[in-house]
């Protein structure tokens, strides 16, 4: 008997255990170096609730595209059934055998984790594009190209290193526009994109004793975040060009030699740029103790506000402005302290950034400051620490402190109407207004209201008048 209930509770559990299940897939467990193929993580469940998706470490690869995202839903004899999967298109950066650990997959708040996939990676047949699986393609990869250009093969963590993507092509091929397929994703970088003209601009150059055409695609201004030996990540994208289709097989045979039977065509033909590392070394000097702003290169900064005495409860903006070259986007002025009897306000942060060449710029840092009691007072000075490139060493620049007077009356008390606050309740900015109170104009008030009246009586007067005069 009591078997019986243990069978009929396993065949009720049954369907819940099928309700969800996923798994990972790849379309090819063996690969050469640069060859595409695709992962993919697939679900079913049925129900139709929230799914929430955590990829695996792919640093083993490059991505192509992803994560692609789809879903479908169907009725099997009544029952709903959601199918659905995350898939990827990668190739490999190097050979070896490895191991891609499962994705997390939440459905419905519950977790899952896929198993996971080995890929055995090949160095493949003399380095070919991964695409040139015809001759046709085998012969472009002289003719059509991307070099990765850095200006520097070392550099400092926070130095710029300019980089540089460059088309090379025969002119015979007749490109047209590329398609991007995968932009540079700068992995270990703070990447800013150099401003280019719209138009990519080609010139005749001279390479490896060939000439071609050539023009830049793209130029990014790369501030290492970490030290080692960094990627260069690829830019990667797809140009229709136009090839011959007919093949001779034979090089004694004259006959298919004829340009009458050389026929062509247009395919469109992906092209990754050529890899490229820098060495990053950490900054030669101690860090140890020194609020480092973590600027490299050679920077400015003052303080100002716009006036030297206030009223109790009146806003103060404190700005910090740092400008100058270099990484502009990772400096910070660090922690200021400010004595207790002002409220402070989170910091409001402005950027401008300079993309011609050498990054510059300026960031500014204001503080609102609300000051509770009257009194003499005085906002601290900035102790901002940088690392000069052309001296290699630390400098350091310290404002001037600013006093100021607060005086005992409030803000709010007797208010004229001509000094109003406005705080903006998502980023607790405060718009001062000091502009004097606006009054309708005198020509307004006699048109809008006095000539109405005036008529309105008029037409009265006139319409009683007749009355009485056809009355008499």
């Known amino acids: 008997m009591s078997k019986g209930i243990f069978c009929f509770l396993l065949l009720l559990l049954i369907p819940t255990l099928n309700g969800q299940s996923v798994k990972a897939t790849v379309s090819h467990t063996q690969v050469e170096i640069g060859q595409e193929f695709e992962l993919s993580f697939s679900f079913e469940m049925k129900t139709t609730g929230e799914v929430r998706f955590t990829a695996p470490n792919l640093g083993n690869f490059y991505v192509f595209s992803g994560p692609n995202e789809s879903r479908s839903t169907s009725l099997i004899n009544m029952d709903l059934h959601v199918t659905g999967s995350y898939s990827y298109i990668l190739y490999a950066k190097k050979e070896g055998s490895f191991e891609i650990p499962g994705a997390i997959i939440k459905i419905d708040g519950k977790t899952f984790r896929t198993n996971s996939v080995k890929v055995i990676v090949k160095k493949g047949a003399g380095g070919k594009n991964p695409q040139a699986g015809s001759d046709i393609q085998q012969d472009l990869q002289n003719e059509l190209f991307i070099r990765t250009i850095v200006d520097k093969q070392s550099a400092l963590v926070g130095e710029q290193i300019t980089v540089t993507y460059k088309l090379y092509f025969n002119p015979a091929l007749q490109p047209d526009n590329p398609n991007y397929v995968k ?67 034979n090089q004694t045979d004259d006959f298919f030699n004829d340009p009458f039977f050389n026929r062509s065509r247009k395919i469109d033909y992906k092209i990754t740029s050529t890899p490229a590392k820098v060495e990053i070394s950490s900054l030669p000097v101690d860090l140890t103790n020194v609020n480092f ?31 100058g070259s270099g990484n502009i986007e990772l400096v910070d002025a660090g922690r200021i302290e400010f004595d207790k009897s002002f409220e402070v306000l989170d910091p409001n942060i402005n950027k401008t950034i300079v993309r011609t060449g050498v990054i510059s710029g300026s960031k500014s840092i204001e503080y609102v400051l609300i000051p509770r009691d009257g009194g003499k007072y005085v906002l601290p000075s900035v102790d901002f620490v940088y690392f000069d490139l052309a001296s290699k060493e630390l400098k350091t620049i310290k404002t001037e402190e600013i006093p100021l007077t607060i005086s005992d009356v409030s803000y709010n008390e007797g208010a004229t109407g001509n000094e109003t606050e406005n705080i903006d309740i998502f980023t607790g900015d405060i718009d001062l207004d000091d502009s004097p109170p606006t009054y309708p104009a005198l020509w307004f008030v006699i048109t809008l209201f006095i000539l109405p009246a005036f008529a309105t009586a008029f037409l009265l007067i006139t319409k009683r008048k007749r009355r009485q005069a056809f009355r008499s």
């Open 183 to 249: 932009l540079p994703t700068f992995e270990g970088f703070w990447a800013e994109e150099i401003d280019m003209p719209g138009q990519v601009m080609l010139d005749m150059e001279n390479y490896n004793g060939r000439n071609y055409y050539a023009g830049v695609i793209k130029t990014a201004a790369l501030f290492a975040t970490k030290t080692g030996s960094l990627d260069i990540s690829p830019i990667i994208l797809t140009l229709p060009v136009q090839v011959s289709t007919l093949r001779n097989k």
């Open 293 to 323: 702003s973590g600027g490299v290169g050679n920077f400015n900064v003052k303080t100002n506000t716009r006036k030297r005495v206030y009223k109790r409860n009146e806003p103060i903006r404190f700005e910090i402005l740092i400008s």
